[in-house]
């Protein structure tokens, strides 16, 4: 048993890994040589295993048009998955962030309209194996908020998003149904428009 007062010095460290005293310097070079291994895979492309994707958490935002009631904000995106489908506001939940600060901060960052309550109203499950990426996707409802001094949206990332227009539950889904040429549903929000919870029906609705 090792005394509190032990350090690595006070004892073999060739004995310690279990490793023979002669074999230390050849465990040296032997991680060496694994290592310039792995360099040369690297180097040549060789076979290896592809780095592991984690399963990331987005947040879209339902926000009520305040001049044109039964409608809420979406734009269509540019620059990124989903590039010419119309989405939500929204993005990547942060660390330690709250679902409703992530709703609140990314509605601002892309609208400058600041929401007030927002609330949970659905999740999706949203793998995208063609473009390499999975998404569980948190849907929040929100109103603009009063004395804001602004309900109009601005386009303040226009390298992600073409502009900002407000659709109903039913122009949403007659874009899904085809009737629209010009347009198609981001995939989380196809989802959500397929099979509306009555949360979302209610929030169109005026009923929240």
């Not at 005394?3 to 460290?13: E, G, K, N, P």
């Not at 809420?72 to 990547?92: D, E, K, N, T």
């Not at 679902?99 to 990314?106: F, L």
């Not at 085809?178 to 989802?191: A, I, M, N, Q, S």
Request: glycine content about 12%; some cysteine; hydrophobic content about 35%.
């Amino acid at each position: 048993m090792f005394s509190q007062r032990s350090t690595v010095s006070d004892f073999d460290v060739g004995e310690f890994l279990e490793v023979p005293r002669h074999g230390t310097e050849g465990l040296i070079g032997s991680l060496e040589e694994n290592a310039g291994d792995r360099k040369q895979v690297l180097s040549s492309g060789g076979d290896r295993e592809p780095p592991k994707a984690n399963v990331r958490v987005g947040v879209g935002v339902l926000v009520k048009d305040p001049r044109r009631p039964g409608k809420v904000f979406a734009g269509i995106r540019r620059g990124s998955h989903g590039s010419g489908r119309l989405a939500l506001p929204g993005g990547h939940l942060e660390m330690y962030e709250t679902w409703e600060e992530c709703a609140a901060r990314e509605v601002v960052e892309e609208t400058g309209l600041r929401i007030r309550s927002p609330t949970r109203v659905h999740v999706t499950d949203d793998p995208m194996p063609s473009e390499g990426k999975h998404y569980v996707t948190i849907f929040m409802a929100a109103e603009v908020a009063e004395g804001g001094g602004n309900d109009v949206p601005k386009n303040l990332e226009p390298e992600k998003c073409e502009g900002w227009a407000s659709y109903s539950l039913l122009d949403m889904q007659a874009i899904l149904e085809g009737d629209r040429k010009d347009v198609c549903l981001f995939g989380p929000l196809r989802k959500l428009i397929a099979n509306p919870p009555k949360a979302v029906v209610d929030f169109f609705d005026g009923q929240k």
